[in-house]
């Protein structure tokens, strides 16, 4: 049972373009979100977050909309660069449940120059 | 301000082994979670430290173990190895403080490989 899913296992974009990854999730309690970027051989870094309260919150070239009525988040990168190419996991958490997250399985954006 | 540290960082065991994976948590941070990422998914969640009691589970079977120390290190213990635990460790610490509390740090992580 994949509570949090990402349907895209990869995306291809052009330099200078907007990049848009989408995640979507079954559990109401989920109340944070979160966006992870993880290349080959390292763990996966932090990138942007949201509250169930928002539904945009906005970091730069990195924008997280929420959709609650949909349980449905996407990341919006504009203008996408070559080195944004990685792998985007998509993570949520429920409050009280002492900062378990769970993961989508993640989607790998190229960026081509 | 140091980040979240891992040893080692590769490993090869065979089945029925023990192994013990350790972490250092970044500075100021008193909270250690495990995960488990398989090749080609998403981390799954092990179990979390909190002050150095368990703090929550994941679907995980009693032969995952875990310590975490007075200094906020961890260790991860995988007793009676199986083929499927052949994975890369992933360790993240986090602060107890509303706000920075749910977001997590990750290390590099170990590759466990069990033969």
């Known amino acids: 049972d994949q509570q949090v899913k990402q349907n895209s296992p990869s995306l291809s974009v052009q330099e200078g373009r907007i990049s848009i990854l989408n995640c979507d999730y079954t559990n109401s309690m989920f109340d944070y979100f979160l966006w992870y970027k993880k290349y080959p051989a390292e763990g996966p870094t932090f990138l942007i977050s949201?509250?169930?309260?928002?539904d945009k919150n906005e970091d730069g070239r990195f924008t997280v909309f929420l959709n609650k009525s949909a349980k449905h988040l996407s990341l919006h990168i504009v203008p996408s660069q070559p080195g944004d190419s990685a792998v985007y996991f998509c993570?949520?958490?429920?409050?009280?449940?002492?900062?378990?997250?769970?993961f989508g399985g993640g989607t790998r954006l190229m960026v081509k120059p | 301000e140091t980040g979240v540290t891992q040893s080692p960082t590769h490993l090869i065991k065979t089945r029925g082994q023990q192994v013990t994976l350790r972490c250092s948590s970044q500075?100021?941070?008193?909270?250690v979670s495990w995960y488990q990422q398989a090749l080609g998914q998403g981390p799954q969640f092990i179990f979390q430290?909190?002050?150095?009691?368990?703090?929550g589970r994941g679907n995980f079977p009693p032969r995952f173990s875990g310590l975490q120390f007075p200094n906020y290190s961890s260790e991860l213990n995988v007793n009676a190895l199986e083929l499927d635990d052949s994975a890369l460790y992933l360790c993240a610490s986090s602060q107890d403080r509303v706000g920075a509390k749910n977001i997590q740090y990750f290390g590099a992580g170990t590759r466990l490989s069990v033969l």
């Open positions: 993570a949520a958490s429920a409050g009280g449940a002492g900062n378990m997250l769970t």
């Open positions: 500075s100021g941070h008193n909270t």
């Open positions: 430290y909190y002050r150095e009691e368990e703090n």
């Open positions: 949201i509250s169930s309260i928002k």
